[in-house]
């Protein structure tokens, strides 16, 4: 649907409007009557993504059409289904006066080709045999919650849809949510939650992270033909596997364990070393040539051996030396005055640093640490739930998740570091503050020792040379990406235990560094 580099970008809504108002002017100054607008190119898209859906002729559809041009939008493609020989009704929830010059033509063309306009009224009395709902409420410039009569109809048409399986398409974005953050506009808003989204002119942010996957459903984009030089390199991409190819490099015929790297596992506290031993199979699966999982020697019986995987070396962290080693810090480790010890030397000394859990809450409870984790030039990477994320910037975690891609802004650039802000759409952030929104992943995640698992594949990637940030996206998108495949197998989403990831992650690896 038009130049594929840009459909990997994600960009904000200001970003938008910049490229939208450019790509206007150029419209203006080439002064072509024959050239299409961009609200008939966008209702031109729209169209060909609904005729893919409908899988019947004389198709009945249902068009809500709202005030501003994402209504101009709705009329287009209510006339060009309609022309296609398809019944179709379109609900106008604007007053006809307030719409832009565009919109108004666009309406007179869906009048033209004898589109049914029906009011709320009308709407309750025809039968719900749907074959297609398209929304064109509200676009990228909804400020506050849809209230009222809207409010009520879409929550009718969610549970419509809901109820009789019909697809829902969204024009832009599902009105009601924020084209930026990714969350439900207001407090105690609604949105339309829709099977397919189709996004115009670029990506948006909020599509793919924080509430956006579940109101999104599927997400395409359309370029409306804008030329490539007009959309700028941006801040923000999505995390997918094309963009990770080329990283992991096939594995030469003369190398040796030496050549991956070795990667210290430091956490376990008692009643909690199963998270260190998931840290460190996580390390094992993923390619790393050593694994030492160090258990804190505060910790009464900690195991010296584990049987499943006896390749994994256990040592006593206190004393080893971590100057040469990719070290992991956090799955389990307590909070005490003697971890807290381990962590100032693994800041200190490590060559890579991945710091996770209860690591982070340290760091959170202690400016000197903080301080000491910004100072470092080595490659640090932090992986911390909302939760992690809120206490170390000090605020609530509905802030957090209010603008998931700000937190790691902030947290990136505070501390120094690649910020992994784990979540529904996980955000990988630089310092300089550009960051990818990962695609992959599923609820099947939300279990115990998920996170360990991930904690160990990003030390793994480390030992293997990757920068801190490839290693954060590689480690996030294959961690991610082996919960999409057991679902697809029937393993979850209930139930899945992190180990059941380990091998899936592994084939996921060498699936990166295959030609």
Known sequence: MGNQDSVYRVYSVAEIRAIETDALAMQADAGNADTMSLMQKAGLAAAHLAAELLTQAHAKI??????????????????????????????????????????????????????????????????????????????????????????????????????????????????????????????????????????????????????????????????????????????????????????????????????????????????????????ARAAQFSGAGRIYCGIPGVIPLAPSYDSLHPEIMFRSPEDMDFHNHHVVIGPGLGTSASVQALLTKAIKSAKTLVVDADALNLIAADAALAHLLAARTAASVLTPHPLEAARLLQQGVAEVQADRLLAARKLAQQLNTVVVLKGSGSIICEANGDLSINTTGNPALASGGTGDVLAGVTGALLAQGCTAAEAARIAVWAHAYAADELVAQGVGPIGLTASELLPVIRQNLNLLTKR
């Open 62 to 279: 249902l068009v809500l059409a709202g005030p501003g041009n994402n209504g101009g939008d709705a009329f287009e493609v209510a006339a060009l289904l309609s022309a296609q020989g398809h019944v179709v009704h379109v609900l106008q929830c604007g007053e006809t006066a307030n719409y832009s010059s565009d919109a108004l033509s666009s309406r007179h063309k869906a009048q033209a080709q004898h589109v049914q306009f029906i009011d709320t009224a009308i709407l309750a009395t025809l039968p719900a045999d749907w074959a297609l709902i398209i929304d064109g409420l509200f676009g990228i410039g909804l400020k506050q919650a849809p209230e009222g009569s809207i409010a009520s109809l879409i929550r009718d048409i969610n549970k419509l849809a809901a109820e009789l399986a019909i697809p829902l398409l969204a024009l832009d974005v599902p009105s009601g949510l924020n084209a930026d953050t990714g969350q439900v506009t207001g407090a105690d808003g609604i949105a339309v939650c829709a099977t397919h989204t189709i996004s115009f002119i670029g990506n948006k942010t909020g599509l793919h992270t924080g509430a956006g996957r579940d109101y999104a459903g599927e997400v395409s984009v359309a370029t409306l033909d804008i030329p490539a030089n007009f959309f700028p390199p941006g801040k923000a991409r999505l995390n997918t596997a094309a963009s990770l190819k080329g990283i992991l490099q096939p594995r030469k015929q003369n190398s040796h364990k030496g050549s991956y790297g070795d990667v210290i596992i430091i956490g376990g506290a008692s009643g909690m070393v199963g998270a260190a031993i998931l840290a």
